[in-house]
Structure formats: C-alpha cells, structure tokens
C-alpha cells in the first residue's frame, strides 16, 4: 500500500500536478479484484488496520491519499476529468457538503447503506453518508459547575459563564457545523445572538485543538470547554497519566438544543463522480459502514457507532447513552456559509 501525505509532499495548489500521485487510474491494474483509490482526510492510525482487512477480505487493493480536507478537495478538483480518485473521506459533515458543493461526488444507491445507516446521518440524494457518530459537547470542571447548569447549548452562551468558557477557533469546521445547527434550529438571528453570547464568555482568545480546551478547563484558565465527545474519552482512556486525571475532575456533559438531544456530527464518505473503480469504491464504504469496522472505530477512536444496532465497546460505552438530536447533517452542513459570516460579525477568531 502507498501513502503520501499531500501535506508533506505537496506544498501549494500549483505543484499539484507535478506532485506524483499514490492513486492510479485503475487502467494499469492487473486483472483480479483490482483496487480503489481513497482520498481520505480522518486522520487516525487505526484506519490503516481497517484498510489491511478490506484488502484481505476483498482482495481489492487500497491506494491512500492522505491530506486535510479542503486540500483534498482542491487536488481532485485540479486533478479534473484525470482525477484518479475513488471515494472522499472526512471527519466532518461539513467538509462533505464541501465536497458536494464542488460537484466532486456522485450518488449512490446502496441498500447496505440504506440498512445499516439512519436517514438523517445520510445526505438525502446519496451523495454522501456517514459511518461514525461525534457528539460536540461540553467538558466541564465538577467543582465549580453543576450539571444542570450546562444541560442545554443556550446555558453556555449566559452571563452565568461570563469569561470561564474555552472554545478553539471558528477555523474549525467542527464549530461550523454546531453554529450550523443551531441555525437550523433557530434561525440565523437568535444563532447569532448565541455566538455573541459565546465570544463574551471566552476565557481567552480561541487557542489549540480540543484536547487543549480540556486541559485549560483542568487548569483553572475556564470552567467549561466545547470539545468532540471522542477526544475526552480518549483523555480518560489513554496512555497520558496526567490526561487521565484530568478526567476525574474534568467531566462529560451532553448538553441539549431544544430539549431534543446533543449536536452529532459524522465521519463519512462520498464515491467521486468520475471515479474509475466505482463499484469498488461503494464497496469499500459499505465496508466502512459494516458493524464490525464500525466496532473497530470506535474502539480505537472512540467515535460512536452510527448503525443504533452496533453496541459501542469500551471505553465507548461508559458515554453512549446520550440522546443525540435527530437533525439531518445534510442541514446543518449546508449552513455553515452562514455560520461563517455569523463567526466574522460577531468576532469569534
Ligand atoms: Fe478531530
């Protein structure tokens, strides 16, 4: 199998096509099961045990692109009607939209996927599904908050946590797509009056990836942090001691939009609308979407099923009794222009 991180080999839009490429066009593939190539934008390195099995079962080889998604996106967008590429995968809903957005993705029809994944973690046409569950929630510190108080995405935002709230910056797609649901749910003004609310409750500027807003909470610099469900897990489950205990003080809240259930998000996937190894492609999402690859995940990454059949395993399960929102992603993905302007007006670097 071939890996090249287009973020080391590939610097600029420009290089691009003189940027060798891992992925072929399927016409040089030896006879046989033949391959597929994955332009793939999760990063985690358990994925690669998930590729090894594929092949072994399949017998079908797996070329990988790795990259951040909106390189991703731009390289097969450059790569045009010669773009080798098979299947699009991203750790967000809203990178996917993207996706659709540029006409990269095509629909698929696929009765596996149609079983094993509920409608609203899917983008209504087919064009792209999830296989992975996220919840964007709150870690919050035990000894100065009580539960209650942050039981719903609202409380966040009031004067209650005036400058004790740590949040990384509106360039993360994952905050995109929160503020996007929350337009969903309310509409842009009273979305945007959350997010004012929010920018005056930072306990200091947007610094750092999640896992840093965790740790500044431990920290005593604020008292809640909006994080991804998987990276706190992870943290209470890993290798860190120091990480660990942060946990015990640090906990978990699953706040509520509406009293109907906390914002999920996806990992997923999309087949590319010119892909040479089409059928290859879709099977390798299915695969993506079948209960054991969705066990692995969630063991190794600790993201939740998205099949409700497929019982998350530990340490998963501790957290995965949550009422999840059933807003569509397509929806709130599809929002996130408009959460974008909103971040800008209302100053959330
Ligand atoms: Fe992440």
Request: charge should be negative.
């Amino acid at each position: 199998m071939k890996t090249i991180s287009i973020i080391a080999a590939c610097t600029g839009l420009f290089m691009l096509a003189a940027c060798g490429t891992g992925a072929s066009d399927g016409n040089d593939t030896a006879a046989g099961a033949g391959e597929v190539n994955l332009y793939t934008a999760r990063h985690y390195d358990s994925d690669q045990a998930l590729y090894d099995r594929f092949t072994a079962e399949t017998g079908i080889r797996i070329n990988l692109i790795e990259g951040r998604p909106d390189e991703l996106i731009a390289r097969i967008r450059s790569e045009g009607e010669r773009s080798p590429a098979d299947l699009f995968l991203a750790a967000d809903a809203g990178a996917l939209w993207r996706a659709q957005q540029a006409g990269l993705f095509q629909p698929v029809q696929s009765e596996a996927l149609n079983a094993a994944i509920p409608a609203n973690l899917r983008e209504p046409g087919g064009h792209w599904t999830g296989f992975m569950r996220r919840a964007r929630i709150v870690a919050y510190d035990s000894q100065r908050v009580q539960p209650e108080e942050v039981d719903s995405y609202e409380k966040l935002a009031s004067p209650r946590f005036r400058g004790k709230v740590c949040v990384r910056s509106s360039d993360s797609v994952y905050n995109l797509s929160l503020l996007g649901a929350l337009i969903e749910a309310w509409g842009e003004e009273r979305a945007e009056q959350w997010a004012r609310g929010i920018v005056a409750n930072m306990a200091r500027p947007p610094e750092g990836g999640d896992r840093d807003q965790i740790r500044a909470v431990a920290a005593g610099v604020c008292e809640v942090a909006i994080t991804n469900s998987y990276y706190y897990i992870r943290m209470a489950n890993g290798d860190d001691a120091g990480d660990r205990e942060i946990t015990q003080r640090v906990r978990l809240a699953f706040p509520s939009l509406d009293g109907q259930g906390a914002h999920v998000n996806i990992s997923g996937g999309g087949v590319l609308a010119r892909a040479p190894n089409r059928d290859n492609a879709v099977r390798l999402l299915e695969f993506f979407a079948s209960a054991d690859s969705q066990r692995h995940i969630s063991a190794n990454n600790n993201e939740f099923p998205a099949s409700p059949g497929v019982a998350a395993p530990e340490p998963v399960a501790a957290h995965a009794d949550f009422t999840a929102h059933p807003m569509s992603v397509a929806a709130f993905a599809a929002r996130q222009p408009q959460a974008q302007s909103i971040m800008s007006r209302v100053g959330w670097r």
